[in-house]
């Protein structure tokens, strides 16, 4: 017999290292939440009832999005989730509503037709007519009527209102946008309906639309970033969640997984669960051995999960400014960051603010107040930046010097090397990562 099992079912493992899934507890939090309930809990207006939630990848906004849910549940209101980045903005608002008025009692025939005309099932057998409905767009008075329609229908039922949640905002299209904020700002101001509005984007949603004189509304939103984890956190978080599993862990190596975990959720979820694993937890300690082994392969899943995207996404000037603070080991003066890029403060502000505002950069003004200084943020580690720049220096010129200005030192073939954004998969057996272009034909190779 397996000891290990208890009636043949494995202990469980509390971890939860997946983007979106809801921690066993969470950490870091509590005084936005507290902010959310007085707002969800108010009778008059609270700046807080229409939000936005900004933050990089792993920092949980998905989770923070169903926790406020939750919590408008526990207050009245009937929360209605949607993610924009799998179907259009628009028709998912617009289906939510209507499920969720049949699901509340609805039995205006209209709506019934609406949902029941997409297909006849019977069993595996579908009968249906096309989705001509479902693919339309919805335009503002759909959009509108179906939010009050709502409304009304859980106020009937001695609710208090509805809660729409949608995440993924920076993969909206921003006509749909226009479209969604007409909608709710008339239903929830114009018709007086209980509606409350919580959106979740990566802080790109700032160039995107936040800054668009068509969608005011969003910058009028309480627009909150979501605050970095912090050591006491780690600590909490961790303890916590191995001692209730059964699980227990060496000083020193509690110690590891807290300098490990950063400032985002998902990275100390992943160092967690690795160390759980690796240790074969419940039943033998975590040691410092395991710890740091969990380290390496958390490093590995941040790469894949959030800096390699965020690397990618970006172009030569930016990856060249990310590489220069790797170069100064990740702490210099926007002054200094210039002089390796051979360029003058002026001439990168545009490049260092895009940084900041995406959380690749954290700053602070420097003490004369002529420059800023600047360290990795949360969407970017000074491991991985590092990794790149070792990458660049092999791709550049003979002078090795991969921040020579483009014009003076790159060949045709090495200027098409750096700016082509690469593939970056990593490769055990050579310990480095594959330095061909992203969709590669082939295997990965470390060097050209």
């Known amino acids: ?28 939090r509590g005084r ?6 007085r707002a969800y809990t108010v009778e008059g207006f609270d700046r807080y009832q229409s939000s936005i939630l900004l933050g990089s990848r792993g920092a949980g906004k998905t989770v923070m999005l169903a926790e406020l849910r939750e919590v408008a549940a526990s207050n009245g209101y009937l929360p209605l989730s949607v993610a924009a980045g799998t179907s259009g903005l628009l ?23 609406e949902t029941t005309q997409r297909g006849i099932h019977l069993g595996p057998l579908n009968l249906g007519r096309s989705r001509t409905k479902a693919a339309q767009i919805h335009g503002t008075e759909d959009i509108r009527d179906s939010l009050c329609a709502l409304t009304d229908r859980v106020e009937a039922n001695g609710g208090r209102g509805v809660l729409l949640t949608v995440d993924e905002m920076h ?37 995107r639309f936040l800054n668009d004189d068509r969608l005011s509304f969003f910058r009028r939103c309480a627009n909150e970033e979501l605050p970095p984890l912090d050591r006491v956190d780690a600590i909490s978080f961790l303890t916590t969640t191995i001692d209730d599993a059964g699980g227990s862990i060496d000083d ?43 380290v390496t392969e958390a490093d590995l899943l941040c790469d894949d999960h959030i800096y390699e995207p965020m690397w990618s996404s970006y172009g030569r000037t930016h990856q060249q400014y990310l590489a220069a603070l790797a170069e100064l080991d990740g702490d210099a003066s926007t002054r200094e960051l210039a002089a390796v890029l051979h360029k003058t403060p002026s001439q990168l502000q545009t490049t260092f603010e895009r940084l900041v505002q995406d959380g690749c950069i954290a700053a602070a003004e420097s003490e004369d107040g002529l420059s800023y200084l600047a360290q990795f943020g949360p969407a970017m580690s000074y491991r991985y930046a590092d990794l790149q720049l070792r990458s660049m220096r092999r791709h550049a010129d003979d002078a090795g010097d991969p921040f020579a200005p483009e014009s003076d030192a790159l060949s045709g073939a090495t200027r098409r090397a750096v700016q082509t954004p ?27």
């Open 91 to 113: 028709d998912s608002v617009h289906q939510q509503t209507l499920k969720a008025r049949i699901g509340a009692g609805d039995d205006d025939m209209s709506i019934v037709s």
């Open 422 to 448: 690469r593939c970056g998969k990593w490769m055990p057996r050579s310990r480095t990562y594959c330095v061909r272009p992203v969709n590669h034909p082939g295997g990965c190779r470390s060097r050209i």
């Open 1 to 28: 017999m397996d000891g290990r099992k208890v009636g043949g079912i494995p202990p469980e493992n509390l971890f939860t290292p997946t983007f979106g899934v809801r921690p066993y507890r969470t950490v870091g």
């Open 252 to 294: 020193d190596a509690l110690e590891t997984l807290v300098a490990a975990s950063g400032p985002l959720p998902f990275r100390m979820q992943i160092v967690g669960d690795a160390a759980w694993r690796i240790a074969d937890a419940p039943f033998r300690r975590i040691t410092v051995e395991h710890a740091s082994r969990a």
């Open 171 to 207: 993969l909206c299209n921003v006509d749909e946008m226009v479209t969604f904020a007409n909608a709710y700002q008339l239903a929830s101001r114009d018709d007086g309906r209980n509606v409350l509005f919580a959106g979740g984007a990566l802080p790109e949603a700032k160039r």
């Open 32 to 37: 936005l939440l507290a902010q959310f309930g």
